[in-house]
């Protein structure tokens, strides 16, 4: 079965305290993995798409990479505005079917 | 500015009613998606569509129905035999045809069953 798992489930850092979240995954042939940011009673908001191992994103603060079983979304110099909690979804072998979603990692960067 | 519209964005429901939560998106998305979301858990996908006239069912479609006769729209309707309905709703769509395109969500509704 496909599965998603984030880690910690909950994260207090100093700002400019840096650190990483965690998403491990089992899923059949991987298509792509997903990283949002959702803000409390908002939608999710698109961060980043990863197809393959070894592949890198970057936008502000945020990087996120990738190996054949997990990613990690790795916050440099985090500020206050960062509070979020942060999404991974998977996308399975079939094309046009929907994510898969762990639980996400609720993070608060206090200044 | 193209995007996904869900109304209401709060929504109160006494037991033993049905309710629609609508959602509408601009962006000539072939692809919607309903996912639930309860504190402490993921986003739980209820049913998809990937073209007009046609859905299926999710993880968690008991209790739940949907229609999709426009390619802009794809309401979802709570009913009676869900035992839990309380919980936030989040609308999503995506490009149909693309390998592994992001989806992009509405900015949910809120059900509280009274």
């Known amino acids: 079965e496909d599965q998603v798992t984030q880690s910690p489930e909950a994260l207090r850092l100093q700002e400019g305290e840096s650190s990483s979240l965690n998403c491990s995954y089992t899923?059949?042939?991987?298509?792509?993995l997903f990283w949002y940011r959702q803000d409390p009673g908002k939608g999710p908001e698109f961060l980043f798409t990863?197809?393959?191992a070894g592949e890198e994103k970057e936008k502000e603060r945020l990087k996120a990479t990738l190996t054949k079983k997990e990613s990690f979304l790795h916050i440099t110099a985090p500020k206050p505005e960062d509070s979020a909690t942060y999404l991974c979804?998977?996308?399975?072998?079939?094309?046009?079917?929907?994510?898969?979603f762990g639980k996400g990692t609720t993070l608060s960067v206090s200044s | 500015d193209g995007g996904i519209t869900q109304s209401p964005k709060y929504l109160f429901r006494k037991e033993g009613q049905n309710v629609t939560l609508s959602c509408e998106q601009n962006l000539n998305h072939d692809a919607m998606y309903w996912y639930r979301q309860d504190p402490g858990q993921g986003l739980r996908l209820i049913y998809y569509s990937q073209i007009v006239n046609d859905f299926q069912k999710g993880d968690i479609a008991e209790g739940y129905s949907v229609s999709r006769e426009k390619k802009e729209s794809f309401p979802l309707t709570v009913t009676s035999a869900q035992k839990n309905p309380t919980a936030f709703y989040l609308c999503?769509?995506?490009?149909?045809?693309?390998?592994?395109?992001?989806?992009?969500f509405g900015e949910g509704s809120r059900l509280t069953v009274l």
């Open positions: 899923v059949s042939g991987l298509r792509g």
């Open positions: 990863l197809y393959s």
């Open positions: 999503a769509s995506r490009r149909a045809g693309t390998n592994t395109g992001e989806l992009f």
């Open positions: 979804a998977v996308q399975g072998p079939q094309a046009g079917t929907a994510l898969i």
